[in-house]
């Protein structure tokens, strides 16, 4: 079975920084898309950022481009989103996720079986 546990969120001032972390378990962690969404209160869950199985490849929602960045170590299991130049709007529970199947690479939720818990990211303003 896959797990994936979030880390990293917490409350941060407006224009600060945080980095979030990602670690599956349960297969091998190197065949597999794995992307970054959000959810704010009262909105439906958003597509953040997406990086291939090998880390060459990577999508950004056009709100973060140029502020977030993500990034896997594949030794470690892990992914990354380095978040910078925070907005109050970019206050959500972030998730991470990833496709059941090894070719899929998107932005479309439907495609990711596998979620995370969530880890709160708060922006103060």
């Known amino acids: 079975q896959v797990q994936l546990v979030e880390s990293g969120g917490g409350l941060v001032q407006a224009g600060g920084s945080l980095r979030l972390s990602c670690t599956a378990s349960g297969r091998t962690f190197s065949g597999y898309a794995m992307a970054w969404f959000r959810q704010a209160p009262g909105e439906e869950r958003e597509f953040v950022a997406a990086i291939n199985w090998s880390g060459d490849v990577s999508n950004y929602s056009y709100s973060v481009r140029g502020r977030f960045t993500i990034s896997r170590d594949n030794a470690k299991n892990t992914v990354y989103l380095q978040m910078n130049s925070l907005k109050p709007e970019d206050t959500a529970v972030y998730y991470c996720?990833?496709?059941?199947?090894?070719?899929?690479?998107?932005?479309?939720?439907?495609?990711?079986?596998?979620w995370g818990q969530g880890t709160q990211v708060t922006v103060s303003s």
């Open positions: 996720a990833t496709p059941e199947a090894k070719n899929y690479f998107s932005v479309a939720q439907a495609g990711y079986e596998y």
